[in-house]
């Protein structure tokens, strides 16, 4: 075999042997993100018909996968720069999944969030409909008063429960479960964050560099909050993944003329409605982002290719978000109604983007406004740019002239708040909702040059966007302007940091590395470009330092909670449990502690009533009765709450640990001991205490 010729690049020009594996590499990025969009759309539909069993979903999503194969991002070429770039956030991604298996969250009782989604999702890995039947616990509740079948987070229908929220993540979670059971499920949310990170990827090389991109994805996989909302089922990964995925589908379709990339990436962002309620928001986004492209399109043929364009994109997206809240109303009713205050207004914005783009595409059809915009697009983009830097040191100074009171007085999150306060040794006032605090949040994690950088790239971004007529430019920053603007303006959640956070998650974060990851990379272009001299170096010098703070800061807030699983512990808790109750009757006691009731209905198979503490022996006996007698079993989280025999210790004592909730960001993690008090009730109300089996060896 000739050897090659001195100076030949065998990445740039692989054999044909080597050829498709390089390819496969470069692919990998932008597939992923499109096949998670599918599995979305099959498990939204299967749940919603309450069919959702693997016999039916596996042979169709490799219908589905099968019929769908060639519709992908723009392929990248392949060369050194893409397949280094590609191997190495592949690299990167497998690493961060393999070290963050270890630190996977048993959140296995409803403590917000992510204990009802891991509850529906172990629900679903063995039932086809996300509906919960009680059973006979419904009868006695109806028979005892004060008992309920239900409890936080879950709402009754008859003689069934259901739990609160869409049911597609759920049901993406529950899809590992098939394979590994409860374990499959608690890690799912992992193999989710692998997929957004490589759809941060996909994104990033193609506004960046190949190389340049793996800055904000590795300084995003080890920002204290993504490890926090991965590690956990939590749903804003999901909807990084799909809307960065979209994105990316959308960066090629203003340069193919092609329709589907329109239709592929409007339904890949709308269907960020399908696992929350305010996807709403980025769907109005990229209306808005379609929209004014075409609006602004002089070019007669031109103008009625991205008309077209607009109409694939807003119609897939709006129906993805019509899906959406046709599988909450169907599957979850009561919480849907809760939330009016929430998801009618994000309607409304939706409704309004789609009118402002066809009013502006109707301006822009019978004027000659786009003719003035080509010819003025040089002073558009300097509006452009200043305008977004106003807007960044508007929301940076608003803790020096606002505060705001957002809270409603004595409700529970002004309770909470009030508490952390007196811990943390500030001013009580449990009305704060801490919105001028967004962007002082945002550097507490990422660090403030990278958010300094972030605004900078996104000033630079707006610039080229109009002044060099790049429509999908336009496309990406409107996108991710809108939700990122409306969080940032009022992020509407309780001020716990890191919980906080996720509301920035799907948008904001990842937008503001890329920002800064496109800043610095234009930035060492343009020194490389000067003479070498001392400027030229100390200007090296300042880019390098930049890149060591965008990746190095969000290491500053690791600490013990980095290397803490949320509740870690609480699996092996439910299974001793289980063990003892398992398929039977049980009467949670609750107090200030949080419910039982649905972990003990979902996991261990049980007939449960909840009753508020303290409750007498007269009143266990009455709902012995109201079950017809036999074994019936009482749980409380603290011996005060019942007749606990004296001098009889807790039935359970488990070490666990979790993630702090405060006002100030912490490095410390919470550890103590959860205590359960397991007994049977006599005839009379008598607890008589169990003693646990000997777990299997």
């Given at each position: 075999m000739t050897a090659?010729?001195?100076?030949?690049d065998l990445l740039a020009q692989p054999r044909p042997a080597d050829r498709p594996l390089a390819r496969l590499l470069v692919?990998?990025?932008?597939?992923?993100?499109?096949?998670?969009?599918?599995c979305a759309l099959v498990v939204s539909l299967a749940v919603l018909g309450a069919a959702f069993t693997p016999w039916l979903v596996l042979p169709v999503l490799a219908a589905v996968l099968w019929l769908t194969w060639r519709l992908v991002p723009e392929p990248l070429p392949v060369d050194r720069a893409t397949v280094l770039g590609a191997g190495g956030a592949l690299g990167l991604t497998v690493a961060w999944l393999l070290a963050n298996v270890w630190f996977a969250g048993e959140v296995l009782l409803v403590q917000r969030d992510p204990g009802f989604l891991t509850l529906e999702g172990i629900w679903l890995a063995s039932h086809a409909d996300p509906d919960i039947p009680l059973?006979?616990?419904?009868?006695?509740?109806?028979?005892?008063?004060?008992?309920?079948?239900?409890?936080?987070?879950f709402w009754r229908s008859g003689a069934q429960m259901y739990a609160q929220g869409a049911k597609t993540f759920p049901g993406l979670i529950a899809i590992p479960g098939w394979l590994a059971?409860?374990?499959?499920?608690?890690?799912?949310n992992l193999l989710i964050g692998a997929v957004a990170l490589l759809a941060v990827y996909d994104l990033g090389r193609r506004?960046?560099?190949?190389r340049w991109a793996l800055l904000p994805t590795a300084a995003l996989a080890v920002s204290t909050p993504y490890l926090h909302f991965t590690r956990a089922p939590f749903t804003e990964p999901t909807n990084l993944a799909l809307t960065f995925g979209g994105l990316a589908v959308l960066w090629g379709a203003f340069r193919q003329p092609r329709l589907w990339p329109f239709a592929l990436g409007g339904a890949m962002v709308g269907a960020t409605a399908l696992s929350r309620i305010?996807?709403?928001a980025v769907a109005a986004g990229l209306v808005l982002g379609v929209g004014a492209v075409a609006a602004g399109t002089a070019d007669r043929g031109r103008r009625r290719f991205l008309l077209r364009g607009f109409l694939l994109a807003t119609g897939t997206a709006c129906a993805m978000v019509l899906l959406g809240y046709l599988d909450v109303r169907v599957h979850s009713s009561g919480y849907l109604a809760d939330h009016a205050w929430l998801y009618v207004p994000l309607i409304g914005l939706l409704v309004a983007a789609v009118g402002a783009a066809v009013v502006a595409i109707g301006v822009g059809r019978w004027t000659r406004l786009p003719n003035w915009a080509a010819d003025h697009r040089r002073l558009l983009g300097r509006v452009a740019a200043w305008s977004t830097v106003a807007g960044f040191l508007v929301l940076a100074s608003r803790p020096l002239w606002m505060q705001r009171q957002g809270i409603v007085p004595d409700s529970p999150q002004a309770w909470f708040i009030a508490a952390a306060q007196e811990v943390a040794g500030l001013p009580v006032d449990g009305t704060r909702s801490y919105d001028e605090m967004t962007l002082v949040w945002l550097s507490w994690y990422l660090g403030p040059v990278a958010v300094a950088l972030g605004a900078i790239g996104a000033a630079l971004l707006a610039r080229r966007a109009l002044a060099d007529r790049r429509p999908e430019l336009v496309v990406l920053l409107v996108t991710l302007g809108v939700p990122s603007l409306l969080y940032l303006v009022r992020p509407s959640i309780t001020p716990d940091v890191v919980w906080a956070m996720r509301r920035f998650l799907p948008a904001v974060i990842p937008a503001v590395l890329l920002g800064a990851g496109w800043f610095l990379h234009w930035a060492a272009v343009a020194v490389r470009a000067r003479p070498a001299d001392r400027a030229t170096g100390w200007l090296r010098a300042g880019v390098w330092l930049g890149?060591?703070?965008?990746?190095l800061a969000p290491l500053t807030t690791w600490g013990p909670i980095t290397t803490t699983a949320e509740y870690g512990g609480r699996a092996g808790e439910v299974t001793a449990l289980c063990r003892e109750v398992q398929g039977g009757r049980v009467a949670v006691v609750r107090g200030a502690d949080p419910p039982w009731l649905p972990t003990l209905r979902i996991v261990c198979d049980a007939d449960?009533?909840?009753?508020?503490?303290?409750?007498?022996?007269?009143r266990l006996a009455e709902v012995r009765r109201a079950w017809g007698g036999g074994e019936v079993f009482v749980l409380a989280s603290s011996p005060s709450s019942l007749a606990w025999p004296a001098g009889r210790s807790a039935t359970f004592v488990t070490p666990m640990a979790r993630w702090p909730h405060a006002i100030l960001p912490s490095r410390s993690a919470i550890r103590y001991s959860s205590s359960l008090w397991l007994g049977r009730i006599a005839e009379d109300g008598a607890v008589e205490p169990v003693r646990p089996a000997p777990s299997a060896p």
């Open positions: 090659p010729a001195p100076g030949v692919a990998v990025p932008a597939r992923l993100p499109v096949v998670l969009f599918w059973r006979s616990a419904a009868a006695v509740a109806d028979a005892v008063p004060g008992a309920t079948a239900v409890s936080d987070a059971g409860q374990t499959g499920v608690l890690l799912a506004l960046i560099d190949p305010d996807g709403a890149v060591a703070a965008v990746l449960v009533v909840e009753l508020r503490a303290p409750v007498s022996a007269a």
